[in-house]
C-alpha cells in the first residue's frame, strides 16, 4: 500500500494513555477538537484523492467520528469507510442516529468485511458502492507443523482464545462442556485470554458450580510463543460469540490447521465453512454447541480433515498478503 500510493496519516485517537480509556475528560475534548480542525486544514492543503478512514459505526465513538467526517466534507474530499465492526442497524431506528448515518454515508465508498454484513448499512449505502475486503493475518508457523499428525491423546484438548467476555459465548461453552460430561466424553477445556466482563473469581465461581473443575481450566493471558503452544496443542477452536463481525481469532485457529465451531454471527459463515473446515451453531445455544463437540470428539479423522481444510482456505484467503493485494485493488478501483 505504501509504495503504490502517497499517503499522509492523521492519527485519529484522542486517548493518551490506557488511564484514560473510556473516560471523558477536558484535556481529551481539546484533543478532539485540535484533530477536527487539523483534519479539515490538512484536507484542504494536502488536496487528497482520496481519504480513507476506519469508523465506529454506533455510540460516542461514532459521533465523533461524524464530526470529523463533517470537517472532510467541508473540503469537498472523496471519502472511504474501512468498517471493522457492526450495529448500524441497531441504531437507525432512532431519528437523531438515522439523520447522521444519512449525512455520513452520503456519497460515500465503504469496505466490509464480508457480504454477511452489508444489511447491517443496507438502508443508507447501495451495493454499487459497497466493496468486500476480509482481514488477514500474517503466518506465524510452517508447513511442516501443519501437516504433522496430531496423536491421539487423552483427554482430548478444546480451546476457547478469547477474553473472557460473555457475549464471546464463555458461559455458553460452559454450559456444553457440563452436557459433554453427563454423556461421559473425555476431553479437557482451556480458556486463555485477559479479564473482561467476566473476571477469573466469577469464572472459578462458575466452572465449581457446574461441578465442572476437572474439565475447565482458566491459564490466563498468553503471547508469543506461549499462544503458538496453546494453538498447538488443542484439537478442536470453539468460539460460541453472539457479539462480533469478523474473529481474527478463527483466522488464527485455521492457520493451526484446527477445526472450529464457531456462530452464525457477523460475518463468520465468510470464515467457517459449515461442514467442511469446521461448524456453526446458533448463538446462545449450548445444546448444539455440545452435539458438534461431541461429533468432533469421538472422530479423529473428521478433526483432521476439517483442520486440513480450514488450513488450505487461510492460505487461500487469509492471509496478509492476499488482504494487502485486495486492499490496493480497492484503493485503485475507486480512485481511477
Do not use: W
Not at 476437572?214 to 477452536?237: C, H, L, P, R, T
Not at 460475518?267 to 452435539?291: C, R, W
Amino acid at each position: 500500500i505504501n509504495y503504490e500510493f502517497e499517503c499522509k496519516y492523521l492519527r485519529l485517537g484522542t486517548t493518551s494513555s490506557f488511564k484514560e480509556r473510556g473516560k471523558t475528560t477536558v484535556r481529551k475534548f481539546l484533543r478532539f477538537i485540535k484533530l477536527v480542525i487539523r483534519a479539515f486544514f490538512t484536507s484542504l492543503s494536502y488536496r487528497p484523492d482520496l481519504v480513507y478512514l476506519s469508523i465506529t459505526s454506533k455510540g460516542m465513538g461514532f459521533y465523533k467520528d461524524a464530526l470529523v467526517v463533517l470537517a472532510l466534507k467541508l473540503t469537498g474530499s472523496k471519502l472511504l469507510f474501512h468498517f471493522h465492526n457492526k450495529g448500524i442497524r441497531t441504531r437507525q431506528h432512532i431519528k437523531f442516529d438515522d439523520l447522521i448515518y444519512n449525512f455520513v454515508f452520503r456519497k460515500a465508498n465503504v469496505i466490509l468485511l464480508s457480504k454477511h454484513i452489508y444489511h447491517d448499512i443496507k438502508k443508507y449505502v447501495p451495493a454499487s458502492r459497497v466493496y468486500y475486503c476480509p482481514n488477514g493475518i500474517p503466518d506465524t508457523i510452517n508447513k511442516s507443523q501443519n501437516t504433522k499428525q496430531k496423536e491421539n491423546k487423552e483427554p482430548l484438548e478444546i480451546l476457547f482464545l478469547s477474553n473472557l467476555i460473555e457475549s464471546k459465548g464463555v458461559f455458553v461453552l460452559f454450559e456444553a462442556c457440563k452436557i459433554l460430561k453427563q454423556k461421559g466424553l473425555t476431553y479437557h477445556c482451556t480458556y486463555v485470554g485477559d479479564e473482561g466482563d467476566v473476571n477469573a473469581q466469577q469464572f472459578h465461581d462458575k466452572v465449581n458450580e457446574l461441578e465442572l473443575t476437572a474439565q475447565i481450566e482458566y491459564v490466563g493471558k498468553k503471547y508469543g510463543e506461549e499462544k503458538e503452544e496453546v494453538f498447538s496443542n488443542a484439537d478442536i477452536f470453539v468460539h460460541p460469540t453472539f457479539e462480533d463481525c469478523f474473529p481474527l481469532v478463527l483466522l488464527e485457529a485455521m492457520q493451526h490447521s484446527l477445526p472450529t465451531i464457531s456462530t452464525f454471527e457477523g460475518g463468520i459463515k465468510s470464515i467457517v465453512d459449515d461442514g467442511k473446515t469446521g461448524f456453526l451453531v446458533p448463538q446462545n445455544d449450548a445444546q448444539a454447541l455440545a452435539e458438534k463437540l461431541e461429533i468432533l470428539i469421538k472422530n479423529t479423522a473428521l478433526r483432521q480433515k476439517m483442520g486440513d481444510a480450514g488450513r488450505k482456505k487461510y492460505e487461500q484467503e487469509f492471509t496478509l498478503t492476499k488482504f494487502e493485494k485486495r486492499l490496493k485493488r480497492i484503493l485503485i478501483e475507486i480512485t481511477e
